[in-house]
């Protein structure tokens, strides 16, 4: 063999590394992107059935709270003790945290649902139609009147440090079905 054969043989040797090790790099960041979506998705579902439950379950809206595009705080009874409880949903924009408050008596559970969120509001809705129109709902001003509850978000992950992924469209309009 010859030296010229040598690095001839040398240079496609390299060549068909450096195309291995390329293939091998896309495959995994492939596959963590695929895993973010999975997470992400996973935990939009699971926010999405907690707070479902919660506002089909609640009372009303709290007439002491505010209207907030960032929090909604929900007020019940306890089927099992009958004691009234009070769950609050707050978005921290800065922390890009969900968070959610189950306030029984003195008893404060907190849970934090949803992170990485680089959007998130609240709607509030009255259930009585509009005629002549394809919107079901008006507008809510007042706590005593909210029947309908749509939540809005967008979630991103990065990959090393890179924003990658980001998960949009998450939407709900939740009817109160009690009260």
Do not use: H
Not at 45 to 67: E, F, I, K, M, P
């Amino acid at each position: 063999m010859t030296f010229i054969e040598m690095m001839v043989a040398v240079g496609l040797g390299t060549l068909l590394s450096a195309a291995s090790i390329y293939t091998l790099m896309f495959t995994m960041r492939s596959y963590q992107v695929l895993t973010n979506y999975q997470g992400m998705n996973k935990a939009s579902r699971t926010a999405l059935d907690v707070l479902s439950a919660d506002v089909r379950q609640a009372n009303g809206c709290s007439t002491n709270a505010t209207y907030s595009a960032s929090s909604v705080t929900l007020t019940g009874v306890n089927v099992l003790n009958l004691a009234p409880y009070t769950i609050r949903y707050n978005y921290d924009a800065n922390a890009t945290t969900l968070t959610r408050t189950y306030t029984e008596s003195t008893n404060a559970n907190v849970r934090v649902l949803l992170t990485n969120l680089t959007s998130f509001a609240f709607s509030y809705y009255q259930r009585n139609a509009i005629t002549d129109s394809y919107e079901f709902f008006t507008n809510s001003l007042t706590a005593d009147v909210c029947k309908v509850i749509q939540v809005d978000w967008n979630s991103s992950r990065s990959i090393l440090g890179t924003e990658t992924n980001i998960q949009s469209g998450q939407s709900a309009r939740i009817v109160i079905r009690k009260g």
